[in-house]
């Protein structure tokens, strides 16, 4: 049996193992596949060794789409920021103004879905994600 001090050491272990670890790992992504992104969150495109292109999901700028289990007589639309390397994009579905898709050093960047953790997220960018797909 571990004394009191023994048990807090190995929790705090632990914690500092999981908080280096989590904070160590990148999400990779790769060419042509759906990946998931949730808000405030990076994902890297690796080739050769390197990362050519990141991507982060930093806004939901606009969510005007008809909520789960309401009826609406318009669709509405959706508008998403990113920073993809340097470079801030934005784009939307069933936008007017802002496409689905951009092309950014090369790479074809396609906004496939927003979504929510649960129906009664809706709206909620903090509960948000994105997919896309990287050509």
Not at 34 to 52: D, G, V, Y
Not at 84 to 90: A, C, G, K, L
Not at 97 to 106: A, R
Request: proline share 1%; with cysteine; charged share 20%.
């Amino acid at each position: 049996m571990y004394t009191m001090r023994q048990q807090l050491l190995i929790t705090f272990f632990a914690f500092i193992g999981t908080f280096l670890f989590q904070g160590c790992t990148k999400n990779a992504i790769t060419r042509s596949e759906e990946f998931t992104l949730a808000i405030n969150k990076e994902a890297h495109l690796q080739e050769n060794s390197e990362t050519t292109l990141s991507i982060t999901y930093q806004d939901l700028v606009e969510e005007s789409r008809c909520a789960p289990g309401v009826v609406c007589v318009w669709a509405g639309r959706v508008l998403v920021k990113l920073k993809v390397n340097n470079e801030e994009i934005q784009l939307g579905l069933g936008h007017d103004q802002y496409p689905n898709s951009t092309t950014v050093d090369g790479y074809a960047i396609d906004l496939l879905s927003v979504k929510y953790s649960s129906d009664s997220n809706f709206g909620d960018k903090n509960k948000s994600s994105i997919v896309l797909r990287v050509n």
